[in-house]
């Protein structure tokens, strides 16, 4: 079946660095993306989304990058600080019955060196 | 507002026991969903329910029921626990047309052990 991937389970950076975190998609129907944060002993915590008829969305220090030619999604995350240490993971959307129901990736350990 | 509440926090059951968690929202949301998390895995689907009155199945709903109890609760039950279940259990609400559009609020999840 269709499903939502990450390229690489664990990122290392040092403190300071700007980290990339990738994800695959491979339902090209999709049309709006979601990248979660989810901190140790907690719940997956909202970090930006974006729709498909967008290639960049930018927030406070986090960027995300959408190719539609390659399925590829990616969480720019600037200036990588401590606190940004969690497992991240990307979702994209279906809208099944007037729910919404998202599709989650295995997600990526980041951790930040001092 | 609290968000979403899940209770209990920690849960050991022996196989075979039954229990249910339980899940509340005060944001007004329509929708809530169960998922389960596996080491290394992402979150996935047991069920959801779209509006009050409805529940669907989601990806990995056997061996689990759900009750949209009003607007705020749905609970999940195991009615027979197998150590195939222990993980851990997030619950989610969401309304169309929020800050993010779709986002999904979770819980702080239920650490459940079948042994």
């Known amino acids: 079946g269709e499903s939502v991937g990450l390229h690489l389970p664990t990122l290392s950076v040092q403190e300071g660095d700007n980290s990339i975190i990738n994800c695959a998609y491979s339902n090209s129907a999709s049309d709006y993306f979601i990248w979660y944060k989810q901190e140790s002993g907690k719940g997956p915590q909202f970090i930006i989304d974006i729709r498909s008829n967008m290639d960049k969305r930018q927030g406070q220090r986090v960027t995300v990058l959408l190719n539609k030619t390659v399925k590829h999604l990616s969480l720019q995350i600037a200036a990588t600080q401590p606190g940004d240490s969690a497992v991240y993971f990307c979702?994209?959307?279906?809208?099944?019955?007037?729910?919404?129901?998202?599709?989650f990736g295995q997600g990526t350990r980041l951790t930040i060196n001092p | 507002n609290a968000g979403v509440t899940q209770t209990p926090k920690f849960q050991v059951l022996k196989t075979g026991q039954s229990m249910t968690l339980q899940c509340a929202q005060d944001m007004n949301h329509n929708s809530m969903y169960w998922y389960r998390q596996d080491p290394g895995m992402g979150l996935r689907l047991i069920y959801y329910s779209a509006s009050e009155g409805t529940t669907d199945k989601g990806e990995v709903p056997n061996g689990y029921n759900v009750s949209r109890l009003n607007k705020r609760e749905f609970s999940l039950r195991l009615e027979s626990a197998a150590p195939s279940q222990t993980s851990v259990y997030f619950c989610?609400?969401?309304?169309?047309?929020?800050?993010?559009?779709?986002?999904?609020?979770f819980g702080p999840g239920t650490r459940l052990t079948v042994t």
């Open positions: 989610a609400s969401s309304e169309r047309g929020g800050g993010a559009l779709y986002e999904q609020y």
């Open positions: 979702a994209e959307k279906l809208e099944v019955q007037g729910a919404q129901k998202l599709v």
